[in-house]
């Protein structure tokens, strides 16, 4: 009698733990998921203060293009100047015109157009990503035709970070189409005085080229979309833990 009743006292002894078990389980996993739900939120907030601080930039007065590059001019200094609205004078490098492959505008496929101001107060030397231009549709290698004006030009733009890079398999090269453009590189390789800005032109359309530039994408959607799912799991491990371990099991009849 002793031996027979062994195995249901230990069947019984177990219960407990298993179900300590499980919701221990279970409130980790709620723990997890509600995290990663407010980490998406808090990258969704700083996001949001970037775009307002965009916004904010965009409307504040013209940059005079003449202090860039000057003696009391630093790269801290121009970092304070990005998204704001500038006006340069210089004199278009155009022999070094880089053609940035597989870039859109309009869904369309072409190249953006960049090439070196030389600012004609400071002497410094700015990219300028001056428009996009179609590809040739059978010629891929084949250059468009963008004329240059030669002589001082005055422009109009924003001030940006480097063109984003695409992804590529091997180097860029050196040619006059490529895939991405390395700031850093080209300050080496040329010699210039180069700043580690460049120049978003704005305005018409003129020398063939398109300035329809799209939006920078923050992610702000994406951030609520993902914290949206993890609130979604955090609250299913709830309802299944409560209606299979409490419910079910208090409604359930007891051998």
Do not use: C
């Not at 833990?241 to 079910?248: D, P």
Request: charged residues 20%; without cysteine; positive net charge.
């Amino acid at each position: 009698m002793i031996w027979a009743r062994l195995p249901k006292t230990r069947h019984t002894q177990s219960k407990p733990l298993r179900f300590v078990g499980i919701l221990l389980v279970a409130l980790l996993a709620v723990a997890l998921t509600s995290s990663l739900g407010f980490w998406q939120l808090r990258r969704a907030a700083t996001k949001e203060a970037w775009q307002a601080q965009m916004a904010q930039r965009a409307e504040m007065a013209v940059v005079d293009g003449a202090s860039l590059g000057q003696a009391d001019d630093s790269p801290d200094n121009r970092a304070g100047l990005i998204h704001r609205t500038v006006r340069l004078e210089g004199q278009w490098l155009a022999d070094q015109t880089v053609f940035l492959d597989n870039r859109q505008m309009n869904a369309r496929v072409g190249f953006y157009v960049l090439t070196p101001l030389r600012l004609t107060a400071s002497k410094a030397v700015i990219l300028v990503q001056r428009g996009w231009v179609p590809r040739h549709f059978t010629e891929r290698s084949r250059l468009p035709d963008v004329p240059t004006p030669t002589g001082d030009v005055t422009i109009t733009g924003r001030i940006a970070l480097a063109p984003s890079k695409l992804y590529e398999l091997g180097d860029s090269g050196e040619g006059p189409i490529r895939q991405n453009l390395d700031l850093v590189a080209l300050r080496a390789k040329t010699g210039w005085p180069l700043l580690e800005v460049t120049v978003v032109q704005t305005g018409a359309p003129s020398e063939g080229l398109l300035r329809e530039w799209p939006q920078p994408a923050t992610g702000v959607e994406k951030h609520h979309g993902y914290a949206f799912q993890w609130f979604g799991l955090s609250a299913l491990i709830t309802l299944l833990y409560v209606w299979f371990q409490i419910v079910r099991r208090n409604t359930t009849p007891k051998p």
